[in-house]
């Protein structure tokens, strides 16, 4: 009996060590599950706040070049109605020139955020509604701007061409240039029917990047708040 009591003490010893083992390594288990955690939010508020920039800096981008596109519309209409009524006496500015046969097209977003995003995997958002903004916006909208930015690329090299043939830089009093162009024939340009074509199309490439900044802004600003929402509910 005595032994047997003995041997009954041992093995409630020794399954009250074996409990405290799990217990301990399931203690370990949640510490190492939760920093892990708490890594991954850190990780994920770093790539929030990173996006939260590149749309920022997209949004101040977009906004200055609709800023542009209007005064290059208005160079534009200037040189278009010159052209179109055959005025040889319209005086122009060198800048009005330069600004007419711009289109606007010349834009790069930023991205550096969502490629992070993309390295890290997509699953670091935990907001599901979120990370489907987020990837729409980068993969959708602004990759359909970038293919509408193509828009006229294929001629692009026979414009400038014109250019060069029919207008000169111009420069400042000591000959250095300055932004601006100045016909080399004034009669001459104004009456080329090409000239008149190549203003009558980027006017119209303005209007549709106008109305594409327009869209792509707002759809940069709806996503930047979502983005802010969820950083300020993280803190």
């Not at 003995?6 to 060590?17: M, N, T, V």
């Amino acid at each position: 009996m005595l032994a047997e009591n003995k041997f009954s003490k041992y093995l409630i010893y020794a399954i009250g060590e074996i409990v405290l083992v799990v217990i301990g390594i399931l203690i370990a288990l949640s510490l190492n599950n939760w920093n892990q955690w708490q890594q991954q939010r850190e990780k994920e508020t770093t790539i929030l706040n990173d996006l939260k920039e590149n749309l920022e800096s997209n949004i101040r981008l977009l906004e200055n070049e609709m800023k542009y596109i209007k005064r290059c519309n208005r160079s534009g209409e200037l040189i278009y109605q010159l052209v179109k009524n055959e005025n040889t006496n319209g005086l122009i500015t060198p800048e009005d020139w330069h600004r007419a046969v711009l289109n606007g097209g010349n834009l790069i977003l930023s991205q550096e955020g969502y490629e992070s995003l993309k390295n890290n995997g997509f699953d670091i958002i935990i907001n599901a509604d979120l990370k489907k903004e987020i990837i729409f916006l980068f993969e959708n909208v602004h990759l359909g701007l970038l293919r509408s930015l193509q828009w006229g690329a294929s001629v692009q090299a026979a414009n400038d061409k014109f250019i060069l043939e029919h207008f000169y830089v111009n420069n400042d009093d000591e000959g250095n240039p300055i932004f601006g162009m100045i016909p080399r024939d004034y009669k001459n340009v104004i009456k080329n029917h090409y000239y008149f074509g190549l203003i009558d199309i980027t006017r119209g490439q303005r209007s549709v990047y106008l109305e594409l900044y327009s869209k792509v802004l707002k759809d940069n600003q709806r996503v930047l708040q979502l983005i802010k929402d969820e950083l300020d509910e993280s803190e």
